[in-house]
């Protein structure tokens, strides 16, 4: 009969223990504090706001919700960022599964030499690279384009996919690709009919936090655009931020706008971010 490993409880001691869980309480306590001040503030007047900033509102009023799409004209940018964010998250996934399985399943010097020059794209970033990212673009023509910003979002979130793509794929048994080998299947069939429905946690991950990164980019956006009408949520906000820096409820409804799309991305895909992650280490 095997000895069981002790618990955690019988590791680390009570003092410990109740350390930890005061520091992970004030932790949260510290992070949702602001989010609520934030949300509840948005709902107030600005009389009640210049009466007290940290009091919830006595009256609760949407009026800073409806000037703020109205006034930081939220339609287009909204429509701006779900193009950008969705046609990115697309390719990106098409791409990085794809060249997931070749790097994780199709052995070959190449292979690896591909894998880790895809490796080193996770240590570039958007802020690092923008001054020849415009100098680039504005010489290829593609400035203050929507392709000029599509590219580049493309671009620097390939490498963190694939990365989680390699590290899923690799924990699928070989046993499986070989035994659809001699059925007869080639690479392009083991991929369709094998890889791509059993990687569906990792691709709703990949999909997770690709939208996630182009929805609250706000560097090139920025800088490559300088027309209004391809601009996206995250610039609207900066800009609105500089027109009516001490009107904070209309700030305050202006983030929680350019917010509320992460936050239900997050509610309703939260159990697969989890699995795809969860899975992804048990396999790797």
Not at 14 to 29: D, K, N, Q, S
Not at 147 to 153: C, D, H, K, Q, S
Not at 253 to 258: E, L, P, S, T
Request: proline share 4%; glycine share 6%.
């Amino acid at each position: 009969m095997s000895r069981q490993s002790p618990s955690v409880r019988a590791i680390v001691p009570w003092p410990f223990r109740i350390a930890a869980w005061v520091i992970l309480f004030g932790f949260t306590v510290f992070t949702i504090c602001p989010l609520v001040w934030v949300l509840y503030t948005s709902f107030k007047s600005q009389s009640e706001i210049m009466r007290s900033l940290i009091a919830p509102p006595l009256v609760w009023t949407l009026d800073n919700y409806r000037n703020a799409w109205e006034l930081g004209e939220f339609s287009g940018l909204f429509f701006n960022s779900f193009l950008y964010s969705t046609v990115t998250t697309v390719i990106v996934i098409l791409l990085s599964v794809s060249a997931g399985f070749a790097f994780a399943k199709i052995p070959s010097r190449k292979t690896r030499l591909w894998y880790s020059f895809f490796l080193v794209g996770l240590l570039i970033t958007i802020s690092s690279s923008i001054v020849p990212i415009f100098v680039a673009e504005t010489w290829l023509g593609l400035d203050n384009t929507r392709l000029g910003i599509l590219i580049p979002y493309v671009a620097f979130n390939i490498s963190f996919a694939v990365y989680l793509a390699v590290a899923y794929i690799r924990g699928i048994h070989d046993e499986i690709i070989e035994a659809a080998k001699l059925d007869g299947a080639n690479y392009l069939g083991i991929y369709r009919q094998i890889i791509l429905p059993m990687a569906r946690p990792i691709i709703t991950t990949i999909a997770i936090f690709t939208f996630h990164a182009c929805w609250i980019e706000y560097v090139l956006v920025y800088m490559i655009s300088s027309d209004s009408s391809i601009r996206t949520v995250q610039v609207g906000v900066s800009l609105l931020n500089g027109r009516l820096a001490f009107n904070y409820g209309f700030l305050f409804a202006a983030i929680v706008i350019a917010t509320l799309p992460l936050f239900i991305l997050f509610v309703f895909f939260r159990r697969h971010l989890q699995a795809g992650f969860s899975m992804g280490s048990m396999k790797g």
